[in-house]
């Protein structure tokens, strides 16, 4: 039934950041890269009307459609799982160039201490300090060995930062300079010294000036806008896959890239897989596509789905902890939320960049003593100015009702007069929180839904605590006549917009019994099959995620590479 | 000129209504029959609102055509006047600028339902359905159309089980009042809790409020204008910097299609 293609080198599923870099590395290596991606293909003249908060913000425009696909969720294994049937804690990308088209652009570098955390927690405070349940586990790659694939992430994207006091050790500085400071900023970077911290600009790939980057790529400066995050670039400023990697994979000629190809199975004969199998959502009809390496790039949560879809790999099993697939299910502790009412100035608030802003690292990873703490890690501590739309934004003062005449004056006196930021807590992975197929819910082909099991621990509180403390003295530094805190976490609640930082579940080691991929993203047990994406994050750092998972890409870009040319397992 | 030397349109326009029905052949005995043209005509006459007709607010063009974008797509007029009258207490018009009402939320919130996100056309909505915590977000099966023919009908039952009047008679305090039943949930309603309604309703209309006005809400970009903001702007690059704080004419994405 299904029409069988000409085999090819490798087959990528989804072509969004994590495939745009396979494409682009493997093609001009000289492979034969076909591309599958579900949704549409994506350009910059696709947002000439891009300035729409409603459209794009809150009507997700640039979303998956939840209608054919979604996740289902509980808070424990004790709860039935249902499913996410609207957006709210976080948003799923589709199309050509996948979230990487809407996201803000805040680009790290995940820190040393995060690649050998087990390692480096125990030598410092001991092996009791991390609780029993709490499945910490080293990466198995370091930052150093890292660092090259950091760096051709930032020369590819171009990122624009300056040294970050507290980060790991770079062989370059970043391609451009930072990004412009906003009033706002300075404020906030001013009390940050007064307090004894060591402000720095937020690392962006908004571009801070015009930059052509090693493979001949020209973008234009960032305008700083204010429709970023959740919006496509129409100046193609913000480093996008679809400006980026995918031209060069198109211009090598060796890149078949097709839209509207859902892909809905890895096709396997023993621990080899053949290819996949997808559907032209379009015409309805059934492909499949051989391939010598298949390449599972189609984010996080389809990329556990896939596999657990398709029987590979060993699903992880919470009651007895053995098993990989679905294993260390972890987000963001997005904290400490503050903000500060500044009655006698206003601001130009409605102009930012989706990674315009100032952090401090004091307080992040392994960076303070945690001796007494009853958390570990910790956050980058952000005040971005991203540009405060009107429909999202109506901070008013505590005991204000939520509408009403009150509300409409707050809400209007306080749009240009009000500062928030907050902090950007690790996640850590714990025993019960993972990802398994749901036993009810189907997607349009028929296939289960994802099911999701996942809560705040007291970890997490624990930090959110400690975290405002820090944020509330920085906001009264800044000169806030009235300042609002988040201290409490309550439990995860899947309806508040938090994070699109969902990360593990196809996680990355150096031991085949708790890891799913070796340190060149390369399965253990089917070796022609690469899965890289934040999935292969054992635990989520203090940092958005996608420079680590650029590095990551280029990684599994090499090791491709070296298992096309010598096969077998690369580690 | 002094303000009571102006013709007050309202009354100008229930003297030519009365006469016109008077000689339409539309009522029997001062009462109005004619089917559903005839209670239109009857419906309006009875009105006694005293806040500004929507529908008379020009158009964005400013050319003083009447607003062709002013109609309903969803809504009976019914519906309507419930609605235009409730968004109104959630954003009501004060020193500061217009309210709900002038900015068209009202219609904003019909386009909008008439749309594929009334229907909640890009979200699962196959069963099976179970009630499910609240971290698990909205599991009913009405979608927002249903949810808002089911929520205005509430407001209306429940103003006159609490006032015995409708909703578009009650006072400010007492609109005031059914809303707050709503939002603490408070009113039984099939299908959907009446907080879950009262939330939906609260931020449609600040969407209607902030929205660009090429859906049909935030008249005159004059929502924007409260919050000194400027809309659709190509670039902050020159000014991004900048100490003062300024005030930049707003401009709407017409402009951006229209140039
Ligand atoms: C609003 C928003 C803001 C963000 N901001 C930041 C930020 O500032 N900094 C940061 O580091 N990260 C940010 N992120 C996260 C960032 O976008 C992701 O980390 C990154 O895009 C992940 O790359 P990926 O290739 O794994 O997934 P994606 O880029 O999403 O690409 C996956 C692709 O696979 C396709 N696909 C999925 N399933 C299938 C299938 N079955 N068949 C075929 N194709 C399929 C999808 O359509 C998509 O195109 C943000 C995300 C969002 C949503
Ligand atoms: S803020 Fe800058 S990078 Fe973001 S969309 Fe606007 S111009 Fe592009």
């Not at chain 1, 289960?448 to 509330?472: C, G, H, V």
Request: proline share 5%.
């Amino acid at each position: 039934m299904a029409t069988t293609l000409p085999k090819t080198d490798v087959v990528l599923i989804g072509v969004g950041w994590t495939g745009g870099i396979l494409a682009a590395e493997l093609t001009k290596k000289g492979y034969q890269v076909v591309g599958l991606e579900r949704g549409r293909g994506r350009s910059t003249s696709d947002f000439i009307m891009v300035h729409d908060e409603l459209r794009y913000a809150l009507r997700y425009d640039l979303m998956q459609d939840l209608s054919k696909e979604t996740i289902t969720f509980r808070n424990n294994d004790k709860m039935r799982a249902l499913p996410m049937r609207q957006y709210g804690s976080f948003l799923l990308g589709t199309d050509l160039g996948g979230s990487g088209v809407h996201w803000n652009g805040q680009t790290w570098r995940f820190l040393p201490y995060d690649f050998q955390i087990r390692t480096m927690t125990e030598e410092r405070y001991g092996k009791d300090k991390i609780p029993e349940d709490m499945m910490l586990q080293d990466w198995g790659i370091t930052y150093d060995e890292l660092e090259p694939y950091f760096d051709q992430f930032d020369q590819m994207a171009g990122i624009s930062g300056e040294e970050n006091p507290h980060g790991g050790k770079r062989s370059n500085p970043y391609p451009t300079g930072p990004m412009k400071h906003t009033p706002v900023m300075t404020l906030f970077k001013e009390a940050c010294e007064n307090l004894g911290y060591k402000p720095f600009t937020q690392p962006s790939a908004n571009l801070s000036e015009s930059y052509t980057n090693p493979d001949g790529i020209a973008r234009a400066a960032c305008q700083y806008c204010g429709f970023c995050e959740r919006f496509g670039c129409e100046y193609g400023a913000k480093a996008d896959p679809t400006v980026t990697v995918l031209p060069v994979a198109e211009s090598t000629g060796k890149f078949d890239l097709r839209t509207h190809a859902n892909v809905v199975e890895i096709l396997h004969e023993g621990n080899r897989a053949t290819g996949v199998r997808f559907i032209d959502v379009q015409s309805g009809e059934e492909f499949i596509q051989p391939a010598e390496v298949v390449a599972v790039t189609s984010y996080v949560l389809n990329n556990v789905r896939l596999l657990l879809q398709s029987g590979i790999g060993k699903p992880y099993d919470p009651k007895t902890g053995t098993g990989v697939i679905g294993k260390n299910y972890a987000y963001q502790n997005m904290c400490a939320s503050t903000t500060g009412f500044f009655e006698e100035r206003e601001f130009n608030v409605y102009a930012g960049a989706g990674s315009l802003g100032m952090c401090v690292d004091e307080f992040n990873g392994d960076n303070f003593d945690h001796s007494n703490l009853n958390f570990l890690h910790g956050a980058n501590i952000f005040l971005g100015q991203l540009g405060k739309r009107p429909i999202q934004n109506n901070a008013v003062k505590p005991d204000t009702p939520s509408w009403g005449a009150k509300f409409k004056e707050e809400s209007i006196k306080y749009h240009n007069r009000s500062i928030s930021f907050n902090a950007q807590g690790a996640s850590m992975p714990f025993r019960y929180h993972y990802l398994d197929l749901d036993p009810t819910y189907k997607d349009a082909f028929g296939n289960p839904l994802l099911r999701m099991t996942y809560d705040f621990k007291e970890q997490d509180n624990e930090m959110s605590k400690f975290m405002a403390s820090k944020t509330e003295e920085i906001m009264k530094e800044m000169g806030a006549s009235e300042i609002i805190v988040m201290k409490e976490k309550g439990p995860y609640n899947i309806v508040p917009y938090q994070s699109t930082h969902n990360t593990g579940g196809v996680i990355m080691g150096d031991d085949p019994s708790t890891s799913a991929l070796n340190s060149y993203l390369q399965m253990w047990d089917f070796e022609n099959i690469f899965v890289p994406g934040a999935s292969a994050f054992p635990h989520n750092s203090g940092y958005n995620p996608t420079g680590t998972v650029g590095a990551l890409s280029y990684r599994a870009a090499e090791g491709i590479d070296l298992y096309l040319k010598n096969g077998g397992s690369l580690v | 000129m002094a303000d009571q030397d102006k013709k007050d349109p309202l009354l100008e326009k229930r003297t030519s209504r009365r006469s016109f029905l008077k000689n339409s052949g539309l009522t029997v005995g001062g009462l109005i029959v004619g089917g559903a043209v005839g209670t239109l005509i009857g419906r309006e006459t009875n009105e006694t609102t005293t806040t500004v007709d929507p529908k008379k607010a020009p158009t964005p063009q400013g050319d003083g055509k009447a607003n062709p974008n002013a109609a309903l797509m969803f809504f009976t007029p019914n519906q309507f006047d419930i609605a235009n009258a409730a968004v109104e207490r959630i954003f009501p018009a004060d020193d500061n600028g217009p309210g709900a009402q002038e900015l068209l939320v009202a219609y904003f919130i019909d386009h909008q339902l008439a749309s594929g996100w009334g229907m909640n056309a890009k979200e699962y909505m196959s069963g099976p359905f179970y009630p499910g915590e609240e971290t698990q977000g909205y599991q009913g099966s009405l979608n927002r159309q249903e949810i808002f023919t089911v929520g205005l009908q509430a407001i209306e039952n429940h103003s006159k089980e609490k006032y015995e009047k409708s909703f578009v008679e009650l006072s400010g305090e007492e609109q005031d009042a059914v809303l707050t039943d709503f939002q603490d949930g408070n009113v039984e309603m099939k299908g959907v809790s009446s907080n879950y309604f009262f939330n939906l309703l609260r931020s449609t209309t600040i969407e209607g409020v902030y929205a660009d006005p090429l859906y049909g809400g935030n008249a005159n970009m004059a929502g924007w204008e409260l919050k000194k903001y400027p809309g659709h702007q190509m670039s902050y690059f020159n000014m991004i910097e900048q100490e003062e704080f300024e005030v930049i004419e707003p401009k709407s994405l017409s402009s951006q299609h229209n140039h």
